[in-house]
């Protein structure tokens, strides 16, 4: 079956009126009913097709995100070509880099310098581009055959179309991984991935009233996870909201307020520092009514994950720790929020204890873009914490060689496009897709991430140094914003340290410290020391040979531009090592 028809179709037959997406217009949130959407996917289909575009053929989409993404995303789908996602903050040479790769014939944009990185590739020979779609007026177009707003190039389609029929092993989209190490490669899913995959999510969850639930998109949809999540609420009959800055996440939690959201950990890590800091400004009494209220959620969080009956004067309770301090917490994230799906690294239990204190289902999971996101993950009760959770409905994981975990399953890719050599080495004689992750299964079933096999790190004294869970560790303090750990090698642990800049800045001013700028700010013995001393608490339970012994504090936040970091924050140690070597060399 055909990804688009299994979400338009159903959908529109069972409520046509509901709403099925929103959008920022101006100032105020617009919405487009089931009837409306599908139009919008059907015309924007029809005029690929009369532009040229067929089945099999590859269209790329190279923006924020919004609702015309997703439209043409489904369009695509639905008459039978390939969607190729494209970072909206990937420079013009990795975006070219995307669509010579896959031989992109069309791609949407959604600003002036996406397109004038495309409008440059329509004059280089050996370039499959034909066709520049751009979703909004406010970008300057070159007035010339290849170039359309997205409005005009649909005005005269038709909103009927026959979807073209697919079959489960039929490729549906490319997604290039963003090269944390080496050269992308685009994965191929396929429909039967994406529709196996959604069904899995619905018997392992059992939702009730799925169709009332709200998201909002505030991660890349180019990303697999964001993606497959939107289209799985889609799938499900939810509504989904996109916003196109993620900065503006604080503003519009408060105005859409939905009951649903992926997200990536250092959100829940900014979150869980941001309110503990919080609490331990106030009075000394503040402070006790904060930790009752925590550790009564916490009692009553245990009980739900084990489906036991709460005694009716532990609800009393929780219901006035709810009063005086969660609903506070909850409101700033909107009030609605119960159920967060959370991937892209591991989250330490601390984080994910919090959460449910205060009544939000952090929801772990585990998963790349070659097994189509999830692998694992949190169930609804029985879960346990300091794990990625339990495999999905016809997911299966072993651990094999150095400890890899290996899958075989529903949402496991096709392959690598093109480049059969580099599928044929993630995959073993027997089939099972290698996932370059170290890990354990637990008595329970649970999967524990040990970490990246490339990223274990081996000291010269022979100690084994897994860096993922120290920065996880180290990250849950709202004074570090990044931090990346050198050991291979190394006769102790070093950290370079990007500062929360935010929270350093109300530092200074409380503290009246001098300041001209950060590169001066960071190199100031008391601030040095500020650092020492909130290392040392927060490592205190870490083995000695796993300890920060030395770091540096970074001036500037590592950035996506500059290559040090992925569009989903994921930063590429090997270009941070290789940048900063002489500033490593110094510590030792």
Not at 94 to 115: C, F, P, R, T
Not at 116 to 136: G, P, V, Y
Not at 156 to 165: D, F, H, N, Q, V
Not at 214 to 237: D, I, K, Q, T
Request: proline share 3%; with cysteine.
């Amino acid at each position: 079956m055909n990804l688009a028809e299994a979400i338009i179709h159903k959908n529109i037959e069972k409520h046509p009126l509901k709403s099925a997406i929103g959008f920022k217009k101006k100032e105020g949130w617009k919405e487009l009913s089931w009837k409306k959407f599908g139009d919008m996917v059907f015309k924007t289909a029809n005029a690929l097709r009369d532009s040229g575009i067929q089945e099999h053929d590859n269209v790329a989409i190279y923006s924020d995100n919004s609702s015309e993404w997703m439209i043409f995303d489904l369009a695509a789908m639905a008459i039978g070509a390939v969607t190729v996602p494209i970072y909206s903050t990937n420079n013009a040479e990795q975006a070219e880099y995307i669509i010579n790769d896959s031989k992109a014939k069309a791609v949407l944009v959604g600003n002036q310098a996406q397109y004038d990185a495309c409008f440059e590739l329509l004059n280089k020979e050996e370039n499959s581009l034909q066709t520049i779609i751009i979703s909004k007026k406010a970008v300057w177009i070159k007035k010339e055959f290849s170039s359309f707003y997205l409005e005009d190039f649909i005005a005269k389609a038709s909103p009927e179309l026959e979807i073209c029929k697919k079959e489960y092993e039929d490729t549906a989209t490319l997604i290039y991984t963003s090269g944390t190490t080496g050269t992308p490669k685009g994965v191929m899913l396929t429909h039967g991935n994406f529709i196996k995959a959604f069904d899995a999510h619905f018997e392992f969850f059992t939702f009730k009233n799925f169709e009332e639930e709200l998201s909002l998109a505030f991660l890349p949809l180019s990303h697999v996870f964001e993606r497959s999540w939107s289209l799985l609420c889609l799938y499900g009959g939810a509504r989904v909201y996109f916003l196109e800055d993620p900065k503006n996440i604080a503003k519009a939690l408060e105005e859409v307020k939905p009951t649903m959201m992926c997200a990536v950990p250092r959100f829940f890590q900014k979150v869980y520092a941001g309110v503990l800091d919080k609490a331990q400004e106030g009075s000394s009494l503040k402070k006790k009514i904060f930790d009752w209220a925590l550790r009564t959620g916490w009692e009553t969080a245990e009980l739900r994950r084990n489906e036991k009956q709460i005694p009716f004067g532990l609800k009393f309770k929780e219901s006035i720790a709810d009063r005086l301090v969660f609903s506070k917490i909850k409101e700033r994230m909107g009030g609605r929020l119960w159920f967060l799906p959370c991937g892209g690294a591991s989250l330490s239990s601390e984080v994910t204890r919090f959460f449910e204190s205060v009544g939000i289902h952090v929801t772990v999971g585990y998963g790349l873009t070659e097994t189509t996101a999830t692998l694992t993950l949190f169930p609804l009760t029985h879960f346990e914490h300091g794990t990625s959770g339990k495999p999905l409905p016809g997911v299966e994981l072993r651990i094999g060689e150095s400890d890899e975990i290996q899958a075989r399953g529903n949402g496991i890719m096709k392959g690598y496009y093109n480049k059969p050599e580099e599928t044929q080495k993630v995959f073993t004689e027997d089939g099972w897709f290698k996932t370059g992750d170290a890990g354990k299964i637990d008595e329970k079933g649970n999967l524990i991430i040990t970490d990246r096999i490339k990223d274990l790190m081996k000291t010269s004294n022979g100690k084994y140094i897994a860096p993922q869970q120290i920065e996880n560790l180290l990250t849950n303090n709202n004074y570090i914003q990044q931090i990346v750990l050198i050991a291979e090698g190394r006769q102790f642990v070093s950290a370079l340290i990007v500062p929360n800049f935010e929270f350093l800045e109300d530092y200074r001013k409380k503290n009246n410290v001098p300041f001209t700028n950060w590169e001066e700010f960071v190199r100031k013995e008391e601030i040095i020391h500020l650092y020492k001393d909130k290392i040392n608490a927060l490592q205190h339970d870490l083995s000695d040979y796993e300890k920060v012994k030395k770091f540096i504090l970074m001036p500037a936040e590592f950035e996506i531009n500059t290559g040090e970091i992925t569009p989903t924050l994921k930063v590429k140690r090997n270009v941070v090592l290789k940048k900063y070597a002489d500033l490593i060399e110094k510590m030792y």
